[in-house]
């Protein structure tokens, strides 16, 4: 439950913030445990849709499993939306990669905390 609370809450802090930029937007409850797959959070401004899968927690790496990113891709290009993984990093904010910034490994999609610091988009350079 921890682990949900902390991802809501992130949620939940993300939508307000775009939402300050302009933004139409709106968080999907429960898109993690629904049998149909649909992401985090959709923002939409000025003709551009975006996805979101977001993520909050501590630790060197991120790793989503396979099937899971491959439904949240597969929604994205159905919807028409630009699909980024957002990674809420403690004391750090908000990093944004697309899922070829990821490594696949035989069972998820994989990035260290080291590479999403290096490469990583701010919600300032995305969310325009």
């Keep these: 439950m921890a682990f949900y609370n902390k991802g809501a809450n992130a949620e939940r802090e993300l939508i307000k913030v775009l939402d300050g930029r302009g933004f139409a937007v709106l968080r999907v409850a429960g898109s993690g445990v629904n049998p149909i797959p649909s992401p985090d959070v959709v923002a939409l401004k000025g003709g551009k849709i975006f996805a979101v899968e977001c993520k ?59 590479e999403v610091l290096r490469v990583g988009k701010k919600l300032e350079e995305i969310f325009v």
Excluded: C
Excluded at 58 to 87: H, Q, T
Excluded at 93 to 107: A, V
């Design 56 to 114: 909050a927690r501590k630790g060197d790496y991120l790793a989503i499993p396979i099937k899971n990113m491959v439904d949240e891709i597969n929604w994205s290009r159905v919807a028409g939306a630009e699909f980024f993984v957002g990674w809420k990093v403690p004391h750090k904010g908000w990093f944004f990669l697309k899922p070829e910034q990821f490594r696949i490994t035989d069972k998820n999609y994989m990035v260290s905390l080291e």
